[in-house]
């Protein structure tokens, strides 16, 4: 067990740019989810996959958000057209199915800051 | 959607001194976990907690589900245990975590 990975844990970017992060979950977690952390409030929900399908988004995932799982494993999340808003850290979190007990473990996080 | 509520949002302790860390929450729970954030950013995992008491070392931890609280104690602080500690539940109904505020422990030598 390696734990959660996240690359690259930071981004600088200037505005307007598209940015792609990686998460890389426990192997036996068939959950993913992803988590936004703007300074000095606690994470808050974006998405989340169960294997490779996304079943809920929040209202914050904007159009100009997108994450793909695609064969269940690692995920990605798409930034486009990236604004000053969009600075924060990205986290990223895995566990198993909530009936089995469902306890999250966190990635380090991506720190994205849009110049 | 559910509410979380922690309390003292900030705390200041001496070393060696104990502590309670409070978490609310408004609706039934599946989850209810404790973390501590470190200057890094890196959400360590404390406890899963959704009912019961715990103890990890110089941590406890005591959720009663039926009155919708969770407390957190840290005995004989370290320096090392300063950050921000977050307390994050998964509604009945729900499947994500949704945090509380935190609170900022700052422990002096």
């Known amino acids: 067990d390696t734990g959660v990975s996240q690359n690259p844990r930071h981004k600088i970017t200037k505005r307007g740019q598209n940015v792609t992060f990686r998460c890389d979950p426990i192997?036996?977690?068939?959950?993913l989810y992803w988590y936004r952390q703007t300074l000095g409030q606690g994470p808050e929900f974006l998405t989340y996959?169960?294997?490779?399908?996304?079943?809920?988004k929040s209202r914050l995932l904007s159009d100009r958000f997108s994450a793909e799982r695609p064969k269940g494993s690692f995920s990605t999340l798409e930034i486009q057209r990236t604004e000053q808003g969009d600075s924060a850290m990205y986290l990223c979190?895995?566990?198993?199915?909530?009936?089995?007990?469902?306890?999250?473990?966190f990635g380090p996080g991506t720190r994205l800051t849009v110049l | 959607g559910i509410q979380v509520e922690q309390s003292p949002p900030d705390l200041i302790l001496q070393e060696g001194a104990n502590s309670t860390l409070r978490c609310n929450f408004s609706d039934s729970v599946n989850n209810l976990q404790w973390f501590h954030q470190n200057p890094w950013g890196q959400l360590i995992n404390l406890f899963y907690?959704?009912?019961g008491t715990k103890q990890n070392g110089r941590l406890s931890a005591t959720t009663v589900a039926t009155e919708r609280y969770s407390l957190l104690y840290i005995s004989s602080s370290q320096t090392t245990d300063s950050g921000v500690y977050f307390c994050?539940?998964?509604?009945?109904?729900?499947?994500?975590?949704?945090f509380g505020p935190g609170t900022r422990l700052s422990v002096l030598p």
């Open positions: 996959f169960q294997n490779e399908a996304q079943l809920e």
């Open positions: 979190a895995s566990s198993k199915d909530i009936r089995l007990g469902g306890e999250q473990f």
């Open positions: 994050a539940v998964v509604g009945y109904y729900g499947q994500n975590f949704v």
């Open positions: 192997s036996e977690h068939n959950r």
């Open positions: 907690i959704p009912s």
